[in-house]
């Protein structure tokens, strides 16, 4: 069977905020970030920043989550979706780790399928971003038309929901996708790399 590529284009893109952070999360997600120490060439947000002040973890109220299409291509049978994460706070602020991901029936809720699995092959480091700076996380997209009708169960997803890294603050990004509703035997239909610092390029996913 010839691989249907799934379509990734600018329309259609909106950004609704749906909850709030979650003290423990963050908490939590400090300490890990401390613990990966001022060492890396991307500071964590519990290291010490050049200035010798402590730089927090971001928030979902300072981030501003958004796919860039203009990155996002095909291959494969796969679709390869950056997804940003900027800083629109006046402070700097860091994220580490991987993002939550998984397909929404809606902005009002409703997972289909499983949540993207991580993708242990790429490396994790802390990344620290600056007022207007932007990280992104690259998510890989298996076509579910590749899947038979009967073990996939397909339907079409409306958006994407993504929780930053250690958050509970959940972002809906407005875009069709299709979908399995059920678990595909030896398959993840999303898988989603750590953090990176900058904008995706084009065919930088590994």
């Known amino acids: 069977m010839t691989p249907r590529r799934l379509p990734v ?15 423990a999360a963050a908490a939590a997600l400090a300490l890990a970030l401390g613990a990966c120490g001022s060492a890396n060439s991307h500071p964590s947000a519990g290291a010490r920043s050049s200035a010798g ?58 997972e289909i399928g499983a949540a993207a699995v991580r993708d242990l092959s790429v490396s994790a480091h802390p990344v620290v971003l600056p007022p207007g700076g932007t990280a992104h996380a690259w998510l890989q997209v298996l076509d579910a038309a590749n899947y038979p009708a009967g073990k996939c169960h397909p339907v079409t997803a409306r958006g994407l929901m993504v929780d930053p890294p250690g958050r509970s603050g959940t972002s809906y990004l407005e875009q069709a996708f299709l979908a399995c509703t059920a678990a595909v035997h030896g398959s993840d239909l999303l898988t989603v790399q750590p953090i990176q610092p900058g904008p995706a390029r084009r065919g930088t996913a590994q």
């Open 9 to 23: 284009t600018p329309a259609g893109f909106r950004l609704v905020r749906r909850s709030a952070v979650g003290c």
């Open 53 to 110: 002040a402590a730089v927090a973890s971001c928030g979902p109220a300072s981030l501003q989550v958004t796919i860039d299409t203009g990155a996002a291509g095909a291959a494969g049978g796969s679709s390869f979706v950056p997804i940003d994460f900027t800083n629109r706070s006046h402070a700097s602020c860091g994220l580490a780790g991987y993002p939550a991901v998984s397909f929404a029936a809606s902005a009002a809720g409703g």
